[in-house]
């Protein structure tokens, strides 16, 4: 069993930043990957950015140069600070552990961002 929790989301203003967190927890033995992914109404969830255990990363080209990607590997948690935030960010962010053992991915409940002045 593997477990995904991501927080942070909320309210924000366009222009302003908010910070998600993704903890991962139960039997991981190892993990390959965090990653986030947004879906937006009537959209297709789409990646925003991963980073793998080796410290490769990689972003959306609609959101390079403002939102940063980071984990605490020691706690199995990642992280998605997201500056000069604009409307169309708006989505349910949701994060996906891809464990080593299996490439398998395990998917959180997701986090509502709205981003409305």
């Known amino acids: 069993q593997v477990q995904v929790v991501e927080s942070g989301g909320g309210l924000v203003q366009p222009g302003g930043s908010l910070r998600l967190s993704c903890a991962a927890s139960?039997?991981?033995?190892?993990?390959?990957?965090m990653d986030w992914y947004r879906q937006a109404p009537g959209k297709q969830r789409e990646l925003v950015a991963l980073?793998?255990?080796?410290?490769?990363?990689n972003y959306a080209d609609s959101v390079k140069g403002r939102f940063n990607i980071s984990r605490d590997e020691a706690k199995n948690t990642a992280f998605l600070q997201m500056n000069s935030l604009k409307p169309e960010d708006t989505a349910v962010y949701y994060c996906?552990?891809?464990?080593?053992?299996?490439?398998?991915?395990?998917w959180g409940q997701g986090t509502q961002v709205t981003v409305s002045s």
């Open positions: 996906k552990v891809v464990l080593l053992s299996t490439m398998r991915g395990y």
């Open positions: 139960g039997n991981l033995y190892g993990i390959n990957s």
């Open positions: 980073r793998t255990s080796g410290g490769y990363t």
